[in-house]
């Protein structure tokens, strides 16, 4: 069975300080892939990143970066230099062996403060 | 803008009543899924359908079904329905559904469904 655990619940940061999201997954499954996705007020799912079990360089695409770290099952997420745009519910999924669909943790809710 | 669309926007209905959600995919994308999206069972897998066929179904109630037409636009219908089914319902589409690896999926806007 697959199990992801985002145990944030919220999190509510000024703007300008660094934020990290945690995200531990759990699999049986040798490869797997990991994601981020960001739910803003507005609803919709906007997909981040996608990293496979194969791959565990850490990542950094502008004030965002990633942390994946298969010892400890876990893909945690930094965002560098919060801003109040940054503020929304974020997801973190896997999806495991034959499966493909998403198995979503229950979600961080960041707050950023002007 | 994720290029997968979703109708209606919103929906409010009476309990027992059937509703259909309709979804049209990425252009390309060969593979939708439907997840829901409720505050007490968070975002959950319902089903796959991969180029007109069923690949794969979660916490899917036996009172919902879908489908996946030769356009591949994808139906979700609701039936009998209860105050517990109101939720925000996704579809996402993707490449492929059914190979080496699983591509990024991209989900539309939802269709909010209330259930009076």
């Known amino acids: 069975a697959q199990k992801v655990t985002q145990a944030q619940t919220e999190i509510s940061v000024v703007e300008k300080e660094d934020v990290t999201l945690d995200c531990v997954y759990e699999t049986r499954d040798t490869t797997y892939y990991l994601f981020w996705y960001k739910q803003p007020p507005s609803g919709e799912l906007v997909f981040l990143i996608r990293r496979n079990s194969f791959d565990e360089q850490n990542e950094i695409s502008g004030r965002y970066s990633w942390n994946f770290q298969k010892s400890t099952s876990s893909f945690n997420f930094t965002i560098t230099a919060s801003q109040v745009v940054d503020s929304a519910v974020y997801f973190c999924?896997?999806?495991?062996?034959?499966?493909?669909?998403?198995?979503f943790g229950s979600g961080t809710q960041l707050t950023v403060l002007p | 803008d994720s290029g997968v669309t979703q109708t209606p926007k919103h929906l409010i209905t009476a309990t027992g009543q059937r509703v259909t959600l309709r979804c049209s995919p990425r252009?390309?994308?060969?593979?939708v899924y439907w997840y829901q999206q409720s505050l007490d069972q968070g975002l959950q897998f319902l089903i796959q359908?991969?180029?007109?066929?069923?690949?794969a179904k979660g916490n899917i109630l036996e009172r919902f079904s879908a489908q996946q037409f030769p356009d591949l636009h994808s139906e979700l219908n609701l039936s009998s329905l209860e105050l517990g089914d109101s939720a925000l319902y996704f579809c996402?589409?993707?490449?492929?559904?059914?190979?080496?690896?699983?591509?990024?999926?991209?989900f539309g806007p939802g269709t909010r469904l209330t259930v009076l």
């Open positions: 999924a896997l999806s495991s062996g034959s499966a493909r669909q998403l198995t």
């Open positions: 359908y991969y180029n007109g066929e069923e690949r």
């Open positions: 252009s390309g994308d060969l593979s």
């Open positions: 996402a589409s993707s490449v492929v559904g059914s190979g080496s690896h699983p591509n990024e999926q991209f």
